[in-house]
């Protein structure tokens, strides 16, 4: 199943992930502490694949370490349960949609990153 979504530049949804957290009174910096806990990458990894311009597909292949604790992330995102998405990369995508989703709500870091 192609998705329009893997071929999408992060640099593009990076910003709503940002703006999205901001508006509920959260920060840029936990955004990307968010991103650093699910993907391994240190911040600038994290700022190299931004400039870079890589799709979602690049920048999970490239990610450092997936987070073992990704298993624990469940609920549903766009109306879709994130632990039933059967396509690898998909999962991931959806993954962060979710933990940005959390941050949004007002969690608790601690609750989101599953510690």
Not at 54 to 67: G, K, L, N, S
Not at 82 to 108: F, N, T
Request: aromatic share 8%; proline share 3%; glycine share 6%.
């Amino acid at each position: 199943m192609s998705n329009r979504i893997f071929t999408m530049a992060f640099s593009k949804v990076y910003p709503m992930y940002v703006q999205k957290a901001e508006r509920k009174g959260r920060t840029q910096a936990e955004v990307d502490e968010l991103i650093r806990w699910l993907t391994g990458y240190d911040q600038a990894g994290l700022q190299r694949q931004i400039e870079a311009d890589v799709d979602f597909e690049t920048f999970f292949a490239q990610a450092p370490a997936m987070h073992p604790n990704t298993v624990l992330i469940k609920g549903v995102v766009c109306g879709v349960r994130v632990e039933e998405v059967e396509d690898p990369l998909m999962q991931k995508i959806r993954w962060l949609d979710k933990l940005v989703d959390e941050l949004a709500k007002g969690k608790a870091m601690e609750k989101i990153l599953r510690r």
